[in-house]
C-alpha cells in the first residue's frame, strides 16, 4: 500500500505544479550575432610615407647617389571580403595622390629630385575577426608613377610608371553596420626603371622603395 501512496502524492504534486511553469516559463537569453564581414567597400585612406630613392648613373663616369623620400598621401579603395567562420578573405585595389619626393646634392653641385606623384596596388587579403575587429595582412603588385629630376645650371625631367610589389599588415573596427575605420602599415618596392636622358645629362636607373602608415574610413555596402 505505502508505494501506490507515494506515486499518487507525487503525481498529485506534479498536477499541482504545472500551472505554475505553465503560466511563468523559463526565458533562455539570446546571444546577439557577431559584425559579418563580408561584403563590398568604398572608402578612402590618408597617411605618410618615407624612404629611398637609389639613382645609379649608367653612362659616362659611373656613380650612384640616394635621395631620401617623404610626404604624404590621400586616395581611395575598393574591396571585396568574405567571412568564413573567423576567417576573412578577400580582395582589394587602391589608387593614392602622393607628395612623397625628396632631393640630393652630388659633389659636382648637382641636384638629384625624386618625386612620387602617385601610387597604387591591387591585392589579395587575409585576416582574423573578432567580431568588429579585424586584424589581416595584404599583399600584391604596386604600380606609381614616379619622376626623376635633376638640375646643373640645365635641368631635366622624366617620369616613368614603376610596377613592383607590395605588402603590409592593418587593423579595421566596425563602428556600425556600414562604417569602418582603420589604420594600415605598407612596404612598397617599386623595382628599377631606366631613363634615357638628353646632354648633358646621363642615362640612370632609379630604384624607388617606401614605407607608408595610414588611416582609412570604409562604407560597407
Do not use: C
Not at 557577431?34 to 648613373?57: E, K, L, P, R
Not at 659611373?62 to 635621395?67: A, C, E, G, N, R
Not at 573596427?173 to 618596392?189: H, P
Amino acid at each position: 500500500m505505502r508505494p501506490r501512496l507515494t506515486l499518487a502524492s507525487a503525481g498529485f504534486l506534479i498536477a499541482l505544479a504545472a500551472p505554475a511553469f505553465a503560466a511563468d516559463p523559463i526565458v533562455v537569453p539570446m546571444t546577439e550575432p557577431g559584425f559579418d564581414w563580408t561584403g563590398y567597400y568604398a572608402g578612402m585612406q590618408a597617411g605618410y610615407g618615407w624612404g629611398q630613392s637609389d639613382i645609379s648613373v649608367t653612362e659616362g663616369a659611373p656613380f650612384s647617389i640616394k635621395p631620401d623620400i617623404d610626404g604624404g598621401f590621400v586616395g581611395g579603395h575598393v574591396a571585396g571580403l568574405w567571412q568564413f567562420d573567423q576567417a576573412v578573405l578577400g580582395a582589394e585595389a587602391e589608387l593614392n595622390y602622393s607628395a612623397i619626393d625628396g632631393t640630393a646634392a652630388s659633389g659636382l653641385g648637382s641636384t638629384f629630385r625624386t618625386d612620387i606623384k602617385w601610387f597604387g596596388s591591387v591585392n589579395a587579403k587575409a585576416g582574423f575577426a573578432m567580431d568588429r575587429v579585424l586584424v589581416y595582412g595584404v599583399g600584391g603588385v604596386a604600380f606609381a608613377g614616379i619622376e626623376t629630376s635633376q638640375v646643373a645650371g640645365a635641368s631635366f625631367a622624366g617620369t616613368r610608371t614603376n610596377v613592383g610589389w607590395t605588402v603590409g599588415a592593418g587593423v579595421d573596427y566596425a563602428l556600425t553596420d556600414k562604417f569602418i575605420v582603420g589604420a594600415q602599415y605598407r612596404y612598397y618596392d617599386f623595382g628599377s626603371e631606366h631613363y634615357d636622358v638628353a646632354e648633358p645629362f646621363n642615362d640612370r636607373d632609379q630604384n624607388v622603395k617606401l614605407n607608408t602608415v595610414g588611416i582609412n574610413l570604409n562604407y560597407k555596402f
